[in-house]
């Protein structure tokens, strides 16, 4: 997919950030400016524990994006 093509999709994902963080101002009309950049998902997890880290980094440079704790998926 090309950037637009991500942006397009990513945008579907932003619907509820208003409600569900209890920021009024967390929409896409006041948030204007849009990166789209190619990154890499890291993914560490155990089968002995609900869930997983994952680190989003910039794929070019190693530059750190994000990360967080995530329920892992069933299998």
Do not use: C, Y
């Not at 999709?9 to 409600?19: C, M």
């Not at 998902?41 to 910039?58: M, N, R, Y």
């Amino acid at each position: 997919m090309t950037h637009d093509e991500l942006i397009t999709v990513a945008r579907t994902h932003t619907v509820d950030f208003p409600e569900l963080s209890g920021e009024p101002w967390a929409n896409l009309q006041t948030l204007t400016r849009i990166t789209a950049l190619d990154a890499v998902a890291v993914s560490f997890e155990s089968d002995q524990h609900p869930k997983k880290i994952v680190v989003i980094l910039e794929r070019e440079s190693g530059k750190f994006i994000v990360s967080g704790l995530f329920p892992r998926k069933a299998r």
